[in-house]
T-cell receptor, first 111, second 113 residues
Framework: QKEVEQDPGPLSVPEGAIVSLNCTYSNSAFQYFMWYRQYSRKGPELLMYTYSSGNKEDGRFTAQVDKSSKYISLFIRDSQPSDSATYLCAANTGTASKLTFGTGTRLQVTL | DAGVIQSPRHEVTEMGQEVTLRCKPISGHDYLFWYRQTMMRGLELLIYFNNNVPIDDSGMPEDRFSAKMPNASFSTLKIQPSEPRDSAVYFC???????????FGEGSWLTVV
């Protein structure tokens, strides 16, 4: 079993929809949780970062971590075609330690 | 600032040949990571270095894979001999000590036929 599990999708939504992307993890030592966005034929880039449990909002994006249930979520409001990408959740036990990634969820936002 | 630079971007090689992938991390970064990405397994950490010293190579799949970091601005990942199952995208990434995120290059797309 992978330490970070993620539904690969693909997930297709109409423009303007609210998108919910989710991951579960098994390592209780994970403290830092991130979402990376990866466009086709590009490297992943950091989108959101959260430490421990709680919510973090950045524009149309909200990251949520529930350590009691080992659940990580990313919400995208008013989704745009430019949000079409693969979204990878990641976690680690401390700064500069190795990141463990989920397999990624491919999102397609249609006009 | 230049990001993480990888070369070659694309490589097609025959089974049994040696493959060398190269990486230049972001200047000043202390950590360098090599990841492999496939559809089936996602992003997998192969090895990472701190201040040019290999810290954890437990993700290296087998002895055919080797990685070096002779100085702070250059690293190589070598596969010898290559096999079709090595076909994947190989990413190099770097980070600063104390940082919570890593910065990826654009990847080297390897196809072994």
């Amino acid at each position: 079993q992978k330490e970070v599990e993620q539904d690969p999708g693909p997930l297709s939504v109409p423009e303007g929809a609210i998108v919910s992307l989710n991951c579960t993890y098994s390592n209780s030592a994970f403290q830092y949780f991130m979402w990376y966005r990866q466009y086709s034929r590009k490297g992943p880039e950091l989108l959101m970062y959260t430490y421990s449990s709680g919510n973090k909002e950045d524009g149309r994006f909200t990251a949520q971590v529930d350590k009691s249930s080992k659940y990580i979520s990313l919400f995208i409001r008013d989704s745009q075609p430019s949000d079409s990408a693969t979204y990878l959740c990641a976690a680690n036990t401390g700064t500069a330690s190795k990141l463990t990634f989920g397999t990624g969820t491919r999102l397609q936002v249609t006009l | 600032d230049a990001g993480v630079i990888q070369s070659p971007r694309h490589e097609v090689t025959e089974m049994g040949q040696e493959v060398t992938l190269r990486c230049k991390p972001i200047s000043g970064h202390d950590y360098l990571f090599w990841y492999r990405q496939t559809m089936m397994r996602g992003l997998e950490l192969l090895i990472y270095f701190n201040n040019n010293v290999p810290i954890d190579d437990s993700g290296m799949p087998e002895d055919r894979f080797s990685a070096k970091m002779p100085n702070a601005s250059f690293s190589t990942l070598k596969i010898q001999p290559s096999e079709p199952r090595d076909s994947a995208v190989y990413f190099c990434a770097s980070s600063l000590a104390g940082a919570y995120t890593i910065y990826f290059g654009e990847g080297s797309w390897l196809t072994v036929v």
